[in-house]
């Protein structure tokens, strides 16, 4: 089902902390010459009173479900050209996830930005899908860091059999009962990628998800999992077909020359947000 006629960029990415206010300007940076409209961060490591510095130039809309100043917190970012009205927002007290409803232009929409644990904690998703459950009448989009392998074989590097984890089968109940879809492998049937790495056991995995029931253009972002091995770039982003978003030029042809322009400052962003990533 389409949601309004051009296209518009949402991007999941696992910051690891966003403390550091040259690291936040550098990643705000790279978002901004990304194109993104709406961003899901993961892993802020930001308290309720710090949350608010992640609104800037371009951001016009800042929703965050706050963690602690070392872990956790989940926040959802809206460009200021994103005509967005939100009507509910719930969070989780752990910073795990955030739930946003509101209108898109005309239509009904759920922002959801998870940040998965690492255990194996049934309850997480079982919750999850219960809430979304609950708000009917919307489009839903669920992005963000899963902690999780939904498919053994095609979203891990070696695959490795066994009994699938109790979140997965959560995670499939909740795919189902909502109509939702894996947007990466509805677009990319025969593909391989990946969003993680693990050094001790040398295994690329994919564990960060968009799963949602929207139109999605056959064409991937081109930042599009820029490096499956760093935590420092986004690890999901997508290019849905809609657009509420008005300001930043027509189609792709604009889109194309700006991300031309920028490349070598984005590259540069890129290197300069890692070097402080792996400084914290």
Known sequence: M????????????????????IKRKKI?????????????????????????????????????????GKSRGVSVLIHK??????????????????LVYGQLLDTPIILCNIYAPNADILAFFHNLSQYLLELE??????????NQILDQD???SLPRRGTESKSVVAIRQMTSDLGLNDIWWTMHPEGREYSFYSPP?????????????????????????????????PT??????????????????DERHAVE???????SVIHQIGLLTHSE
């Open 2 to 21: 389409a949601l309004i006629q051009t296209d518009f960029k949402i991007a999941s990415w696992n910051v690891k902390g966003l403390n550091n206010g």
């Open 137 to 146: 009448g919307a489009q839903i989009v669920v992005g963000g860091d899963f």
């Open 81 to 98: 050209a994103v005509s967005f009205a939100e009507t509910k927002v719930i969070t989780d007290k752990g910073g795990r996830f955030i």
């Open 28 to 68: 705000l940076t790279y978002l901004k010459l990304s194109r993104v409209y709406i961003a899901f961060i993961q892993e802020m490591h930001m308290c309720k009173s710090e949350a608010l510095k992640l609104k800037c130039s371009w951001v016009g809309k800042v929703f965050y479900s706050p963690g602690t």
């Open 236 to 253: 999901s982003l997508i290019r849905a077909g809609p657009s509420a978003a008005t300001g930043w030029g027509e189609g792709r042809q």
């Open 201 to 233: 056991h040398n295994v690329y995995t994919r564990i960060d998800y968009f799963i949602s029931e929207l139109y999605v253009s056959p064409v991937m972002s081109l930042f599009s999992c820029v490096s499956a091995a760093s935590p420092c770039v």
């Open 261 to 267: 322009e920028s490349q070598r400052l984005i590259t």
């Open 154 to 156: 095609l979203d891990r």
